[in-house]
């Protein structure tokens, strides 16, 4: 089945440094979005990727959709306390189960001030 | 503030307990979604609404048993569950079936 490699597994920064973190898939996905989630919450979405090549931002948020169609990347630029937390890749691919989203492991940050 | 709003937020349940989770989305979406957070595990999805008909059961023990009334709501039914079933239990709903999904704030399970 498909799978998401996201790396990497953690991170720890310091405040004001730039921040970079990936997702590859075994095959090829026609959706990449972008999670974080706080503990205790649910994910919430940051970026949403439709179109092979596509880069979008969001603030200091920045993913693109891979060429390959096989990985996306996320960076955040001059990181601050708040961006604390666990970012999540999500992919959907061809056929098999439509609905079905492929999560990635997460990326833990962790932001010394 | 989250569209997607899931009760309760903390459950402890002994193995031979009944209890029922809820999601209530107020988006106007048309597929809902039950998703299981276990630590150091991607999310793993349990279960798919799609117009309150079911299109997906990701090979979930009949323990777990889940309800759609309407679009807006989904319930998890849950019954002689295992210590290995504590997790966070996360709702999620999306405007078209399989795209961006929107997740609730979860419900933290403790099976004692």
């Known amino acids: 089945g498909q799978q998401l490699n996201q790396s990497p597994q953690s991170m720890f920064i310091q405040e004001g440094e730039d921040v970079s973190m990936n997702c590859t898939s075994s095959s090829i996905f026609n959706t990449w979005l972008w999670y974080k989630q706080d503990p205790g919450e649910g994910p919430v979405l940051l970026i949403a990727l439709y179109k092979a090549g596509e880069l979008t931002s969001n603030g200091r948020l920045t993913a693109q959709f891979g060429i390959t169609r096989k990985d996306s990347f996320l960076n955040i630029s001059a990181s601050i306390p708040s961006d604390v937390g666990i970012y999540f890749c999500a992919g959907q691919g061809y056929g098999g189960s439509q609905g079905n989203l492929i999560f990635g492991k997460g990326t833990k940050l962790s932001v010394k001030p | 503030e989250t569209g997607v709003t899931q009760t309760p937020r903390h459950l402890v349940m002994g193995m031979t307990n009944k209890k029922s989770l809820k999601c209530e989305q107020h988006l106007g979406h048309n597929a809902m979604y039950w998703y299981k957070q276990s630590a150091k595990k991607p999310l793993e999805l349990m279960f798919v609404y799609n117009f309150k008909e079911q299109t997906e059961n990701n090979s979930v023990p009949s323990r777990f048993s889940p309800e759609c009334p309407n679009s807006s709501h989904l319930f998890l039914h849950l019954h002689t569950l295992q210590p290995e079933d504590s997790a966070l239990y996360l709702c999620?709903?999306?405007?078209?079936?399989?795209?961006?999904?929107?997740f609730g704030q979860g419900t933290r399970l403790t099976v004692v």
């Open positions: 999620a709903s999306s405007q078209v079936f399989g795209l961006e999904a929107f």
